[in-house]
């Protein structure tokens, strides 16, 4: 696509509860990034894809915390038993064979409030 | 580790008046530098990069920053600010081995009218 597609746009989910978050790159974008941005706060790096290479999850902040893509295709960032400091925004982005560079390009986010 | 300072949360500017956003980093080995733009409601935007060459980078909207290595900064800069420039800033560091970028606190510019 023309751009880095996340959805939901928004997410409200009840403490406890499974979220599954999904992007979808720009067309051969080879690396794929995950960071989330709480309130007020910066980014915070979650998790990278490059290729058919293994991930980097240094960043994930706990086992509840996971993330799947095959191949240069579709992540998907799920979140099991959900507690309110999930709350926050997760932000996709994605770059091309340079990888960072020539930038990475964000989606728009999803916004997950645990309530 | 790579890690990335941006001393002032907020920073006000009035219309046409020049502005800076500073920046400064810590990091092994030659840094990749960037500074994005994020409006309200939106994804980041990137504005510029600094991977070698010239230390003074320009990149959208009339942005440009200047890379210090002997201070170890970065500050974005604009002659002349438009309000329409009033957005969080964040700057972004990479060391060349490494591929995923660590982003500063951001700063929050608001031109005044």
């Known amino acids: 696509g023309a751009g880095v597609s996340q959805s939901p746009s928004n997410k409200v989910t009840e403490k406890g509860k499974d979220v599954e978050l999904r992007c979808d790159p720009i067309?051969?974008?080879?690396?794929l990034y995950w960071y989330r941005q709480r309130l007020g706060q910066g980014l915070e790096f979650l998790i990278y894809?490059?290729?058919?290479?293994?991930?980097?999850k240094s960043g994930l902040p706990s086992d509840r915390f996971s993330a799947e893509r095959t191949g240069e295709s579709v992540s998907t960032l799920t979140i099991q038993r959900t507690q309110q400091e999930d709350s926050a925004v997760y932000l996709c982005?994605?770059?091309?064979?340079?990888?960072?560079?020539?930038?990475?390009?964000f989606g728009s986010g999803t916004r997950l409030t645990v309530v | 580790a790579q890690s990335v300072a941006q001393p002032e949360d907020q920073v006000n500017v009035a219309e046409g008046n020049p502005l800076t956003v500073k920046c400064t980093y810590s990091?092994?080995?030659?840094?990749?530098l960037f500074w994005y733009v994020q409006y309200p409601n939106r994804g980041l935007q990137f504005l510029l990069k600094?991977?070698?060459?010239?230390?003074l980078v320009k990149g959208s909207y009339g942005f440009e920053a200047e890379f210090n290595k002997s201070q170890t900064s970065f500050h974005l800069k604009k002659p002349s600010a438009l309000v329409s420039d009033s957005a969080l800033y964040f700057c972004?560091?990479?060391?060349?081995?490494?591929?995923?970028?660590?982003f500063g606190s951001g700063t929050q510019l608001t031109v005044l009218p």
């Open positions: 982005a994605s770059s091309g064979t340079g990888g960072g560079n020539y930038g990475y390009t």
């Open positions: 067309s051969g974008h080879t690396a």
């Open positions: 894809f490059q290729g058919n290479s293994a991930p980097d």
């Open positions: 990091v092994s080995g030659n840094p990749y």
């Open positions: 600094y991977i070698t060459g010239d230390n």
């Open positions: 972004a560091v990479r060391p060349g081995s490494a591929r995923q970028l660590t």
